[in-house]
């Protein structure tokens, strides 16, 4: 199987899903007093979050949420009211909306893991919500794993494809795929160059998996999987680019350094990095889409989105250099940043 370009890209899609975290930020900002303590002082997001006592990344991430959707106002990272909300999200308000958010929030599953991101008070779950805390324990069974696999399959498919019709790959020859899940980003290369070979770097039960999409996808000769713990074992050298798809957004700034220093010891001596993420415009409250990713990271995981210029704090904190970035597909792009050679 080598899938075409698709005729039309995703964006729309993503507008559409991400559009379902609306009413969530809507209902919980209520449930919280966010507006009405905003109705009395405004607030940058920290300010917010230690006045009422709540989870700073968390607020972080709902606020320009709030804002897109016209609720919020922002001034010099103060956030006041506009006078949408004044009039119809403010509990005193005799037009007030209230009533519908609040009955609407607590049939939503999203709505009650916002409230426990905001407050910290998480309730003990299957493991379903949020994945990324099995990622974390290196120990994902076999449910959890196919259902995520298919997941991240489902809405990356699309991105891997196009990728390689934007991205100039043709000085990599050897690629670890770290996280790589189902293997689409590498079968994607393998199909672009029939010269190129890949491993994607896995726990046990998602190598099981990948080796199946690789297999469907005829790549066998130049896909393979190694099952590792990227946290708790030794990566594997001898490859000239390290590859990331949606892994630095599900971890938090520190744990980004670790994985990027991991990255930048195990290369080869002008090696490369890359980073596949939606990326933030630098003052981190558009495009929508990714705001309302970064929300939703907040929810099921211990990460967000970022700018360009975060990320380049990252990855020059392992010894990489000349960071760059470019759009590779949708809202998606593309950072690289080069291992000096010897």
């Known amino acids: 199987m080598n899938p075409v370009l698709p005729v039309v890209d995703d964006t729309g899609i993503w507008d559409a899903w991400m559009s379902m975290l609306n009413v969530p930020a809507i209902s919980a900002a209520l449930e919280l007093g966010i507006f009405d303590s905003l109705e009395k002082e405004p607030a940058s997001a920290e300010l917010l979050a230690k006045r009422l006592g709540y989870q700073v990344r968390a607020v972080r991430a709902l606020l320009p949420v709030l804002t897109y959707l016209g609720f919020l106002n922002e001034y ?69 794993a196919k259902e995520v696999t298919a997941f991240m399959h489902s809405h990356s498919m699309a991105a891997a494809v196009g990728m390689t019709h ?16 189902s293997g689409c980003f590498s079968i994607a290369l393998a199909n672009l ?14 190598c099981e998996l990948a080796d199946e999409y690789i ?20 990566w594997p050298n001898g490859y000239d680019a390290h590859f990331f798809s949606n892994i630095f957004h599900d971890w938090s700034f520190d744990t980004c350094r670790e994985l990027a220093k991991s990255s930048f010891d195990a290369l080869e001596p002008g090696g490369k990095i890359l980073l596949h993420e939606m990326l933030l415009h630098d003052g ?41 970035s ?4 949708g809202y998606y792009s593309i950072v690289t940043g080069d291992k000096p050679g010897t």
């Open 166 to 181: 934007s991205i100039d790959f043709s000085a990599i020859r050897r690629v670890l795929d770290v996280g790589g899940g």
């Open 76 to 144: 010099d990272d103060s956030y006041k009211l506009s006078p949408l909300a004044r009039t119809y999200l403010l509990e005193n308000s005799p037009y007030s909306y209230a009533g519908v958010f609040s009955r609407e929030g607590r049939m939503l599953v999203r709505h009650k893991l916002l409230i426990e991101a905001i407050t910290g008070n998480k309730e003990k779950h299957a493991g379903r919500d949020r994945p990324a805390e099995s990622w974390e324990s290196g120990q994902v069974d076999m449910e959890m």
């Open 284 to 324: 981190g409250k558009m495009p929508y889409p990714a705001i309302a990713f970064s929300l939703l990271m907040g929810i099921g995981t211990m990460g967000q989105q970022f700018t360009l210029p975060q990320l380049r704090e990252i990855l020059e904190s392992a010894g990489f250099v000349n960071v760059n």
């Open 215 to 234: 297999a469907d996808a005829g790549v066998s000769g130049q896909v393979d999987t190694t099952s590792i713990d990227m946290f708790r074992e030794p």
């Open 326 to 329: 470019c759009n590779s597909y």
């Open 193 to 206: 160059d029939k010269e190129k070979s890949c491993t994607i770097l896995e726990l046990a039960t998602i």
